[in-house]
């Protein structure tokens, strides 16, 4: 593609494409709220991979394929940054999370963190969640009409209790509920349309304000005692880590604690939603999947769960359908260029690299629920560098991805080793996108328990 457009190319198109929302505010974020996919591949369609949106009140500069989203993703010339990209969504309540900090900062915060993911940590993690996965998926209550998202919600929810904060043992009475209730009420405010410095506690924004006051509050009164006696959660890790490097200071062990909360919670619960979605369309992959759950005792270990490899290529597969995370911030700081196309300092970026999961031009038969395709003899996420990217690309790739792959894929083992399943072949839930998608309908799935001959 040429730095001038070529005239010839009938997608591409030079220049920064007109604004094409009638309602300057709220025009393009209805668009994209009622079917992101659709959105996106219209306006690639109609204006190339970079146009200019207005999205939540603010223009911002759209970059749609995987050649666009590997420019902002690479970041060669350190034009886009981070923190007053993702500032915009997340505001106030993700203050100072790696994923906002930039440059020599993110950096030197991102070596140190890397240490709360090693591997011995994250055989930790494992020994502390297998058990309570399975004690928490075994109680389950089977019903023709289960409704899996708010359960798996709830249950993640849960498990970040223990293997993110290391229990609740120091808890007043009620204290876990508000603090959840604290922690979603952040994550909503994400895109509260409503923004204030000075926020209304009827806004998203404002019971978020509070959340995040009553979240620190809570993790300082718990951080002495994780100091004191560490287990094998990640806040006493990163009180570890904080403590021999003498890199983060108290503030920021919480900043950290905050952020890694919302970055786990909602992507792993979406994760484990649309393979049990996709799982319950499929029958023949869902029993392949049991077959090898089945080999497995009921707490698996970090080796165990890598050598799930169907399950695997079912959780790549659902990833590239349905990423949790469809569409990344930034914003440019200097006067740079994509693709030909001028984006000015200060413009917000979106990365939308949801539409690089489904282009025809990479994968085969793209709408498709086919896991072979990621297998080695095929491999079309190697058709291009950028084509899958639901864990994003460049500096800041997502830190916890083998703490999703592991708490995934158990609760998964845990699911397929007492229970089957199935939705309707011609039901689609009802997708809410108005902060990460979720099944509006909670997803209701027929729960049947597995014959104990069979369970073993
Ligand atoms: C399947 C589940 C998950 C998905 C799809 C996902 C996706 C992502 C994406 C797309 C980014 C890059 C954001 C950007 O470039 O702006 C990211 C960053 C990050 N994620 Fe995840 N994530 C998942 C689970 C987790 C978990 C479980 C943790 C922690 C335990 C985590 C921790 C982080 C951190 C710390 C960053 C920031 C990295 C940096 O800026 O250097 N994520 N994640």
Redesign the pocket.
Known sequence: MSIDGDPRDPVYRPGPAPLRSHLPILGGTLEYVDNPLATMTRRYRDHGPVSELSFLGATWTALLGPDACQIA?QNADKAFA?GP??GYLVGPFFDR?????DFAE?HH??HL?QEA?TRPRLEGYARTLAPLVESGISGWTPDSAFEIYPALKSHTLDLATEV?MGGAEYARPGEIERVNTAFVDCVQAANGYIRSTAPLPFTKWGRATRGRRLLEEFLRRHLPARRANPGED?FSALCQVADASGGIDDDDIIN?MI??LM???D??T??VTSMVYELGRDREWQERCRRQCLELGPSPTLAELEGLTDLDLVMKEA?RLH???PV???RAVKDTEVLGVKIPAGRLVS?M?LMSHHMPEYWTDPELFDPERFTEGRREDKSHRYAW?????????????I???L??KLVLSALLRHFEWSVPLDYTPPMKNDSLPFPGDGLPVELRPLSPVRAG
């Open positions: 993703l981070n990209g993702w999370g790696l994923m906002l900090l993110h915060y991102r963190m993911f993110f990640l950290q952020f890694l970055a786990a919670h992507t792993t979406s994760t990833l990423p949790p995370v990344l911030a930034r990365v690299l990217e639901p864990f994003g690309g460049g500096v800041h790739k997502c830190l916890g991805m703490f999703a792959n708490e995934s």
